[in-house]
Nanobody, 124 residues
């Protein structure tokens, strides 16, 4: 399984970006895709996740109401629409895939497959 992420960039505070992550290979039919981020000098943290079977979603409190995770079933692609961006959203964003279970998790170790990072920088 391979994941490829796109969409990062430089925006001003209050701006928006849309990240996408396409999965290829044997993903199966029941899995969870998620976004994590790592800011300089900080631990990787959970951002959002979506259950592919039932479309349930979960968001970190810090992004709830501003970010929206969605999917394209046909293309096995997950999107992260990021609105009202803040400087504290600046980080390297990674998509991740959990094919072992059909439960959303915020735990990094639950996700076996990771895409390369895409940098998001929000200027003040």
């Amino acid at each position: 399984v391979q994941l490829q992420a796109f969409g990062g960039g430089l925006v001003q505070t209050g701006g928006f970006l849309r990240l996408s992550c396409a999965a290829s290979g044997r993903t199966g039919s029941s899995y969870v895709m998620a976004w994590f981020r790592r800011a300089p000098g900080k631990e990787r943290e959970f951002v959002a996740a979506i259950n592919w079977r039932n479309s349930m979603t979960d968001y970190a409190d810090s992004v709830k109401g501003r970010f929206n995770i969605s999917r394209d079933n046909a293309k096995i692609t997950v999107f992260l629409q990021m609105n009202s961006l803040k400087p504290e959203d600046t980080a390297d964003y990674h998509c991740a895939l959990n094919t072992a279970e059909n439960l959303i998790s915020r735990i990094v170790d639950r996700y076996r497959y990771w895409g390369q990072g895409t940098q998001v920088t929000v200027s003040s």
